[in-house]
């Protein structure tokens, strides 16, 4: 069972070239579910029956110790259908076992968007003149004016700055994007570049990573969220503020202003402009709302 998988998660990340995280997310899946066919006194995968698949399905949902949510049993149900159909190809089975098990409705979630305002507050409270604040204020910015995934921004070297116009994101596997850079991320990174930045290079060994931490190291995707979480504290902001939140206020803010959903999707790098679209429903509710709120007759 274990050769079985570790030939899946080869085959990903050779074959098929996905991200380390993406394959981690694979790895833990796989091992929660061949644990709990271990459990069941399975110990191969030609033993594994559809039955089998939708009970480890419901048994994620309903277990005593931290039940899933419906949208983590739908990840953990993609991982195992793509590793049964990788061995019904691989001839290790004679059926795709997975293949009919559907994984539970997903309720409509919409992202969650802060105001122009609160991005301004969230920014203003990174304003300063110490080297900290010059790096979390030019990390800040990026991420509002690129739309970045918060893996794509820690992961930017020196090097992915170009001319202070563009940055060159690393998305999902391995997809490369050059996304524009508007005025005010241009002065953040010119202040931190010029002022913090070669002070924090020489508190650690040589690194070519853009954004860097108190000890000369790359900021990791942790630090990110820590840097955000003080942000809003110190702004004020009684709501939760993550990297994804600027992440969904870039996009919502582009289309309320009038791009055209197949750019933001260039600039977001989504694959597909059906996952892009969702932000038009937000900006729909939102002129909704404004509508219901301010019409004298649409009460």
């Known amino acids: 069972m274990q050769r079985a998988v570790q030939n899946y998660l080869r085959h990903v990340?050779?074959?098929r070239g996905l991200s380390t995280n993406t394959v981690a997310a694979y790895r833990r899946d796989l091992a929660l579910y061949t644990l709990w066919l271990a459990g069941e006194g399975i110990d191969d995968p030609s033993g594994v029956t559809g039955n089998h698949v939708g009970a480890f399905v419901q048994h994620l949902g309903t277990r005593e110790v931290e039940p899933l949510k419906a949208s983590s049993i739908a990840r953990v149900l993609s991982s195992v259908r793509g590793w049964h159909r990788f061995l019904l190809e691989e001839g290790q089975t004679e059926t795709d076992v997975a293949h009919e098990t559907k994984p539970p409705k997903l309720g409509s979630r919409l992202p969650k968007a802060i105001s122009i305002e609160q991005v301004e507050a969230l920014l203003n409270?990174?304003?300063?003149d110490e080297v900290q604040q010059l790096r979390d204020c030019a990390l800040l910015e990026l991420l509002y004016a690129t739309g970045a995934r918060v893996s794509e921004a820690v992961n930017l070297n020196v090097d992915d700055v170009i001319d202070q116009e563009v940055v060159r994101l690393l998305g999902k596997g391995g997809k490369q994007r050059i996304v524009p850079v508007g005025s005010f991320a241009r002065a953040a990174l010119d202040a931190y570049l010029v002022r913090a930045r070669p002070l924090l290079s020489l508190r650690g060994t040589a690194t070519p990573a853009l954004f860097l931490g108190l000890r000369g190291q790359r900021v990791s995707r942790q630090n990110a969220w820590l840097i955000i979480r003080a942000a809003a504290a110190r702004a004020g902001?009684?709501?939760?503020?993550?990297?994804?939140?600027?992440?969904?206020?870039?996009?919502?803010?582009?289309?309320?202003?009038?791009?055209?959903?197949r750019v933001v999707q260039e600039l977001l790098g989504h694959s597909s402009v059906a996952t892009t679209q969702i932000y038009t429903l937000v900006t729909a509710d939102t002129l909704r709302d404004m509508y219901t709120s301010a019409h004298p007759r649409a009460r």
């Open 13 to 15: 990340t050779v074959e």
């Open 125 to 128: 409270a990174t304003r300063g």
């Open 237 to 261: 902001l009684d709501i939760e503020v993550s990297p994804h939140t600027l992440r969904h206020s870039f996009a919502t803010h582009l289309l309320a202003g009038g791009a055209d959903v």
